[in-house]
């Protein structure tokens, strides 16, 4: 049995095994405590898709299809008079009957765009709060965030949505909302021209022969036909092929050919001409849309927002691009948005001798999941959660999400 002097030498000694073992023993607390802790979930909810999973994961454990979620509803109906109840349904579908998990006393991040209405954040915080008992809530912009799996302060974000496109530039984690841009070539306008362009061109292949499709035919099974192709068909042609498209029409026979898609359409087979396959996403840089588009086209978008920027920072946005969003994935996307800024910079003789640059990962594509990824990396630091979270007392005593007008106003 130890004496008091051998207390004392005990407590003196400052020994590495000393000192190792008072870090192992706060390590193991911290473990215990964090181990303890229900971990925090997060919500990706998109137009098209929405996205949850548990922080600290790198891949969100379910991607659905938002009208599978909500059949008889959008997600921009979440700011009408019935919004709380569709936000009821999605979420209480989401945490009940998808990730089957308790959420009360629970910790939930929605990753969000910066422009989401606020009382569409309202309407999500009341039904975490009020209807599914959830403790701590926290909102995080989307292009921040898709920054954080990078390990990178400064970067120009391109995000490709369903419903929007936005161009973000980020300065050591502040996000310049006077010289971003905004534009609605979007990914909803791709699904549009595609089915355009399907309804028209395709033939279905039967008995030898070859048919356009029925009405019946297309109000079937359409939407899923659409999806099917503009995901797996269609691709971004180079700038000199779309080029050529436009300006001899479609029946011009380019070398090397674009095949024919063969693609099962029900129980049917059709047939989608190769110059459909190049031209569906020409909604993205086709400038001579005026019909259509008032917006410019999403590489000249890039630019514009560049030039609005500090000419100090202008280099360091050109040569950090970061583009993001469902469609950012889509094959020779980032190769003709590459091609056409470098032709707009030449011809403006703006940033010229320059080459653009992006920021991705190469062996896996992750860019439609960005944004869910820095949440899940945002979530997992407790304390970063801790202080931007709006809790159960702060909620019932304004009832509101504060914006970040509300903290200017208290700075004041």
Known sequence: MANDSDLERIQRSDSSMSRQSVALSSLSLTSAVVNTAKPPIVLSIGSRIIRCGVAGEFEPRYSILTKELCPNATID????????????????????????????????????SPFCPTNVRNV??????????????????SPLMATLPFNILTAFVLEVGHSEVLAMPI??????????????????????????????????????????????????????????????????????????????????????RTAEARIRFGALMVMVPGFVRETVFEVFFD???????????????????????????????????????????????????????????????????????????KEAKAEPMLGWIGGSLLAACQYSLQIRSISRDDWNKTKRVPDWTDFISEAA
């Not at 915080?125 to 909102?139: A, H, I, N, R």
């Not at 980032?334 to 010229?352: D, F, G, N, V, W």
């Open 77 to 112: 109906q979440l700011s009408t008079k019935d919004g709380l109840k569709i936000a009821e349904s999605l979420l209480k579908r989401i945490f009940f009957d998808i990730m089957t998990i308790d959420s009360r006393g629970g910790r939930v991040l929605i990753v969000e």
């Open 171 to 256: 300065n050591e984690n502040v996000t310049m909302i006077s010289q971003c841009y905004l534009s609605q070539r979007t990914g909803r306008a791709v699904f549009e021209r595609a089915a355009q362009l399907l309804r028209i061109h395709a033939r279905v292949e039967e008995n030898g022969q070859q048919r356009e499709l029925s009405d019946q035919e297309w109000s079937q099974h359409g939407e899923n036909f659409v999806e099917k192709f503009v995901e797996q068909y269609a691709f971004c042609t180079t700038r000199t092929r779309a080029t050529e498209i436009k300006e001899k029409g479609n029946e011009v026979v380019l070398q090397p």
């Open 287 to 361: 400038e001579d849309d005026p019909e259509n588009f008032t917006d410019p086209s999403i590489p000249k978008m890039v630019h514009n927002a560049i030039l609005r920027c500090p000419i100090d920072m202008r280099r360091k946005f050109f040569e950090s691009l970061l583009v993001c969003g469902g469609l950012a994935r889509a094959t020779g996307f980032l190769s003709r948005l590459k091609e056409e800024i470098i032709a707009i910079s030449t011809k403006k003789s703006t940033i010229c001798g320059m080459e653009p640059k992006f920021f991705h990962f």
């Open 124 to 141: 999500l915080c009341q039904t975490l709060m009020e209807k599914l008992d959830v403790g701590q809530v926290s909102f995080a912009p």
